[in-house]
């Protein structure tokens, strides 16, 4: 049984237990959509973003160890697509603080059976949803709103040695972005990313 307030009514309890946080699976095995509740009132509203027991009770035990926050000015700014290399592979739990966003994850695990797949989510300050993204995949995003914030927690430290990315726009992946005529934002490392075909992946799938 979670631990509860125990000085919370009836009322509060019965919510809490039932209607916390929702974990939802998606296309791609391994990446989950997750939706913690907000509790709203006159003010506004609570949410726990992170609760590692309720995320044990939901199958995802993951220790993470650092938050990432990024602010992006321009609609179209394209963050990835990234990952770190074992022995510093990170997963991530990705939100939007601010404005609206489409998270990406791809596949990259040799052997797997969704290699090279993707799957997109959008997230938003609205709708509170988050993405858990294992090891072994690709991260990226795409801005929809100026002034975007993304705040992201990741199971293993940066460690500058083992970044790589590919190309946002690689053919084999196919990423449907949905940018309309908006030209995206880059950095130069993202810029000159290879494509997937171009290097062997680091990692190797384990069922
Ligand atoms: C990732 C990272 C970066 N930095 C420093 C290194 C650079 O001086 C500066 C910007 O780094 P970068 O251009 O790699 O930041 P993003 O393009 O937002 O990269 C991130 O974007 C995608 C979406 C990800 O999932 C990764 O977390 C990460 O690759 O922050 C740090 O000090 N610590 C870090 O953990």
Redesign the pocket.
Known sequence: MPALDCYADAETLFLNVRFIVTVESTALPGVLLITPARFGDHRGFFSESWNRQRMVENGVDIDFV?D?H?LSREVGTV??L?FQSPPHA?A?L?RCGKGSLFDVAVDIRKGSPTFGRWIGEELSFENGKQLLIPAGFL???VTREPDTE?I?K?SD??S?EC?G?VRFDDPDIAIDWNMGDVAAVL?D??TAAPFLKDFDSPFVYEG
């Open positions: 650092q990432n990024s963050r990835g990234h990170q991530k990705v991260h990226g995003f993304i992201y990741c430290y940066y500058p970044d990315a950095s490392k993202d």
